[in-house]
């Protein structure tokens, strides 16, 4: 059998055959070229593309600035901590995983499946625990868990805890400052923010970090005036004081007689900036600055000055009070007891609402008026304190003498322990009052003349009457300090339905030593209970366990004639 070959079909067959070679080489070739275009001259462009898609930006914190008393010593600081939290559309997690993230985060498991499942897959970032130990956030992510990071943050602390609380404040869980100092100098305080890139691999973990976009700027420290071995003690005495007359709440303001700087300002209640949970309602208010009451007797000395200023009297001069009663229009105006006559001095001594009425009503009433808006009485003063009160006077215009005579004994004015404060620096400094700083001073500020030296001096030479055996404060003395000052208690106001007979405030105003003062001191006690409710009795003692110590610790020598009569005494029992 012959089979005869079509040479067409042979060379048809050929024809293919090439075609197909052709084309596989020139996909080969086109093969080559995309991969020669991928790896060398796109290389860089789909590196970054690459980089993009698992590139990000992560904050970097920035270190809060710190506080520190006038002496130094640390009252808050920032400490590096972490953040735990999860991409719930990453997140996956066994039963035993569950039960071993929730036990490390103190949370319940059916808690932490509830809040991720509430999350669902719309939100890519939810927190599991703030401001957790370095190592405790170590710890969870070594769990491996895909979608749950750790991220570096800073936790204010405060050393001091409640004594300083009212003065420094707090931050929120951002560490933005909430209150107090934190709040006033938060700009000053608060850093900005860095930045670095990083790369993460295809489960979302940093796998290389790879370069700094912007450096964090630390904040500034802030000096306040604060001494913080005189708040330790005004804390101290004000809250045993406070518990001993199961008192409603207290303040206590300490300010250096020279400059016009805060030493101390604690209140009561109080409060733990470092773990705020259980926190009683009103506690965080630094009520020596905020809160307003009428200063009752406290305020006898800035009338008095004003009738010496104004030459209505002399320091010499006598005052009839009897029979005790006095009526002013409509109105009457009551001593405790019927004193008789009295001298100026003792119309302090003796706290004598008569007397010092007598005294006011002699007195032009704008005059009058113009004399206690300089002392800052009805004014703003200026610290930047958060919430800081204005205080209230009576209308100017028209003041009508009843409202005169009440004015001149503390009723129908309000201020705040730092106001009250504040004005007695002008008696504690010869005439001249600094304005109030809660900031540490670098040079004693230029005070602001309010009365001459010789009435400052003569005002203060009668408040050591106060602090004597024959006054109302005796419990107030310092041995081997004289000591000038004046109690108040004050009726608390019903509102329009007038004063409650049975709730009072308590208060104490005085400086030490009385020859030269360093301190000025201001103790206000809120309805004291346990029965006894005179400034005396209450605020007095207080003050002077305040005040002797801190005069002690400040090296402050005693008055001159005073350290002279107990030289004396000490030779005598020697001889």
Not at 229 to 258: F, I, N
Not at 476 to 492: C, E, L, M, N, Q
Request: net charge positive.
């Amino acid at each position: 059998m012959m089979y005869i070959t079509n040479p067409r079909r042979e060379s048809d067959f050929g024809a293919r055959w090439s075609l197909l070679l052709i084309g596989m080489m020139a996909a080969m070739l086109v093969l080559v070229g995309r991969a020669v275009n991928l790896q060398v001259v796109d290389r860089q462009f789909l590196k970054h593309q690459g980089d993009l898609r698992h590139m990000g930006v992560v904050p970097l914190p920035a270190h809060r600035g710190r506080i520190l008393d006038r002496n130094g010593d640390l009252l808050a600081t920032s400490c590096p901590v972490k953040s735990i939290w999860v991409n719930p559309k990453e997140f996956e997690a066994s039963e035993a995983q569950y039960q071993a993230l929730a036990g490390l985060i103190g949370d319940a498991p059916e808690n932490l499946k509830r809040r991720l499942g509430d999350a669902g897959t719309n939100r890519a970032f939810v927190y599991l625990k703030r401001r957790v130990s370095p190592e405790l956030a170590d710890q969870v992510t070594a769990l491996g868990l895909p979608g749950v990071y750790a991220e570096e943050e800073y936790r204010r602390y405060y050393p001091t805890g409640e004594v300083a609380a009212h003065v420094l404040g707090f931050t929120d869980i951002d560490d933005k400052g909430q209150e107090g100092m934190e709040l006033a100098f938060d700009g000053h305080l608060k850093g900005i923010e860095g930045a670095r890139r990083i790369i993460r691999d295809g489960k979302r973990q940093v796998i290389e970090d790879v370069d700094s976009v912007r450096q964090p700027v630390a904040g500034k420290d802030l000096s306040i005036s604060i001494d913080q071995r005189l708040q330790y003690l005004a804390y101290r005495e004000l809250k045993k004081t406070v518990q001993q007359h199961r008192a409603k709440a207290g303040a206590l303001v300490m300010l250096d007689a020279k400059t016009g700087e805060v030493l101390a300002m604690v209140n009561q209640p109080t409060f733990n900036p470092n773990g705020r949970n259980g926190t009683v309602p009103g506690s965080t208010r630094n009520r020596a600055v905020t809160d307003l009451f009428e200063p009752g007797s406290t305020m006898k000395p800035f009338a008095v000055a004003c009738a010496l200023e104004m030459g209505a009297f002399r320091a010499n001069a006598v005052i009839n009070t009897s029979p005790g009663v006095m009526r002013v229009g409509s109105n009457v105006v009551k001593d405790v007891h019927n004193y008789g006559v009295l001298d100026v001095a003792g119309v302090l001594r003796k706290s004598s609402n008569v007397g010092v009425t007598k005294m006011a009503l002699a007195l032009p009433p704008d005059k009058f008026w113009s004399f206690y808006r300089d002392l800052g009485f009805g004014q703003v003063l200026g610290t930047g304190f958060p919430g800081e009160a204005q205080g209230r006077m009576p209308d100017r215009k028209g003041l009508r003498p009843f409202a005169q005579a009440t004015l001149s004994f503390g009723y129908g004015v309000s201020a705040s322990p730092l106001h009250l404060a504040r004005a007695y620096l002008a008696l504690a400094s010869d005439g001249a009052m600094p304005p109030v700083s809660l900031l540490k001073l670098d040079r004693p500020p230029e005070p602001v003349p309010v009365m001459s030296k010789k009435t400052a001096t003569a005002v203060r030479n009668m408040l050591e009457g106060v602090v004597s055996a024959d006054g109302t404060a005796i419990k107030a003395s310092i041995p081997g300090f004289r000591v000038a000052g004046k109690t108040g208690t004050v009726k608390k106001s019903a509102g329009r339905g007038g004063y409650q007979s049975s709730r009072y405030i308590a208060v104490f105003a005085g400086m030490a030593p009385a020859s030269d003062p360093r301190l000025v001191t201001v103790v206000m006690i809120d309805e004291p209970s346990a029965g006894e409710y005179y400034g005396g009795a209450v605020a007095a003692p207080a003050f002077a366990a305040v005040m002797e110590p801190g005069l002690r610790l400040l090296n402050v020598l005693p008055d001159q004639d005073m350290g002279q009569s107990i030289l004396s005494a000490q030779k005598e029992e020697v001889f």
